[in-house]
């Protein structure tokens, strides 16, 4: 009779628990501490898509309470969006008062207040700034449309032209040469009295600290530095670089010419470099603050935007076949006191995957890939195996999960179990959707163990499992693009 009786509980738990677990698409582990606890949870605060609601001191004090409430520990303030103007007085960049027909008061210190309250609620606040950037090629405005035309990207197009980036309309960011000296040097600047001028401001966080992607840069410029560090003439640019090719039925393809490697490590140590002076001259300011930098996570491809965010133990020329052994030189993990970087994927967990393995094509990529690295789970796995142990925070794109908000929940626990934490980008998509609940339930369920990383993908790997496929159209942006910086009604982050 006691046996049966067990039986008949133990028929009936199940018949409780089955309908969460098939809603929640990840059933509860048994003795699984709490993984998210100790972990940094940020938030994202758009300097455009909030400019209007962030206006006013209450807003931000009910947003700041919000957050706080739900379990994120840092609030991430963009202050220098892609147009290049600041949202605070600036004696070097001009200052962001208007955007969209809304004006706000100059009186207001919106960062200022955005540490002081934030600081009262026990969170931290980094500032974003959007770096090789200084325009908005939708509206036509910014510093590059402002007197300094010079700046602009020369992008290598599919049709053999070399233009400048604000030819092609269909960017929304125009991106700025790396390398161009004056901006370099006023980029450098802004850093520096940004740090000074907000002696309490707990981090910086960098982000479009790159190339445009596999087109730019083919100034005349990029081409003299490359020669220096070549050590000798390219008689056919840009053809010795790479030449377009055309597919067919898959599009128009890059083809790489004898300098190709060579170019993308002389690309990536650009970036390296920059990153190392950044980091020296910030400290040189305040040698408290931290040193923070987002990309995107898609590694496999990160190449045709010049940046190497692995760890320089790594080597990439093991995995990949564009990589040379130099390149891992180039790899400034080491230079970060804060990374993180965006997992911006629809499939959570490697069985999602698994089930659809569909082609990814992120924002900056030129082509679609495949592979592991394209479902959360296994992004943070293969991450894990590039960094050496150093940590990296693990990022959604909200508006990614519009249509099926439970995978928001599932994305968030997957992130802070198998990531060292959690960002989320942007708050405006939360606000507009009202995702709140399923932001919270997030949290919840990473405390509860659930949606986190498999058995079978626990452990770095290093081994960067990708393919590329053939190029999809010739703009290189993905329809819903995944980069960080502009959570309006325009191309996503």
């Known amino acids: 009779m006691h046996s049966n009786k067990n039986k008949h509980v133990t028929t009936i738990i199940l018949l409780l628990i089955l309908p969460l677990i098939i809603l929640t698409g990840c059933a ?58 600041v949202l605070y007085e600036s004696a070097l960049a001009p200052r962001m008062t208007e955007w969209k027909g809304f004006t706000r008061d100059t009186t207001f210190d919106y960062l200022g207040y955005f540490i002081r309250k934030a600081h009262e609620l ?11 950037v200084a325009g908005h090629n939708f509206h036509d405005r910014g510093q590059i449309y402002d007197g300094h035309p010079e700046w602009a990207s020369m992008v290598y197009t599919p049709t053999g032209e070399i233009i400048p980036i604000t030819e092609q309309k269909q960017k929304y960011s125009a991106m700025v040469n790396p390398i161009e000296p004056t901006f370099r040097e006023h980029i450098l600047e802004v ?30 410029l990029s081409r003299s530095e490359f020669e220096k560090y070549l050590g000798e003439p390219v008689e056919r640019f840009p053809e010795d670089i790479y030449a377009w090719q055309d597919k067919g039925s898959a599009g128009v393809d890059y083809v790489p010419g004898k300098h190709f490697k060579k170019w993308l490590e002389w690309r990536a140590k ?22 923070g930098d987002y990309t995107g996570a898609w590694y496999p491809s990160y190449y045709e935007v010049g940046v190497n965010w692995a760890s320089n133990a790594y080597d990439p020329s093991q995995d990949f076949d564009w990589a040379t052994p130099e390149y891992k030189n180039a790899g400034y993990a080491e230079l970060l006191d804060l990374y993180t970087t965006g997992n ?19 924002e900056t990529d030129y082509r679609g890939a495949r592979g592991t690295w394209y479902c959360v789970e296994g992004s943070c796995n293969n991450i894990r195996g590039i960094m050496n142990g150093r940590p990296f925070i693990g990022g959604i794109l909200v508006d990614q999960f519009y249509d099926k908000p439970q995978d928001l929940s599932r994305t968030i626990a997957m992130n802070l179990q198998a990531s ?15 995702l709140w609940n399923e932001v919270e339930e997030g949290f919840k369920m990473a405390a509860r163990g659930e949606c986190g990383p498999s058995e079978s993908a626990a452990g770095p790997s290093g081994n960067a499992a990708g393919t ?26």
């Open 28 to 85: 509860p582990k048994e003795k699984q501490p709490a993984p998210a606890a100790g972990k940094p949870a940020l938030m994202w605060f758009d300097a455009t898509a909030n400019f209007a609601t962030l206006s006013h001191p209450d807003s931000i004090d009910f947003y700041l309470q919000k957050i706080k409430s739900i379990g994120f520990t840092h609030a991430v303030v963009d202050v220098r969006p892609i147009t290049g103007e």
């Open 122 to 132: 026990g969170l931290e606040v980094h500032a974003s700034l959007n770096v090789f």
């Open 191 to 220: 850093l520096k009295e940004l740090v000074a001028k907000y002696p309490d401001l707990d981090g910086l966080i960098l982000d479009r600290v790159r190339y445009d992607g596999i087109m730019a840069d083919f100034s005349d």
């Open 270 to 291: 650009n970036i390296y470099d920059f990153m190392a002076l950044a980091r020296q001259e910030v400290k040189s300011v305040n040698p408290e603050i931290s040193f």
């Open 344 to 362: 911006y994927y629809t499939h959570v967990t490697l069985e999602d995957y698994l089930k659809d393995t569909t082609v990814v094509k992120n």
């Open 420 to 434: 060292d934490g959690l960002m989320v980008f942007d708050i405006v998509h939360i606000i507009t959707k009202d």
């Open 468 to 493: 590329s496929e053939s190029a999809a159209g010739t703009s290189g942006n993905a329809a819903g693009s995944t980069d960080q910086g502009n959570a309006t009604s325009e191309p996503q982050p």
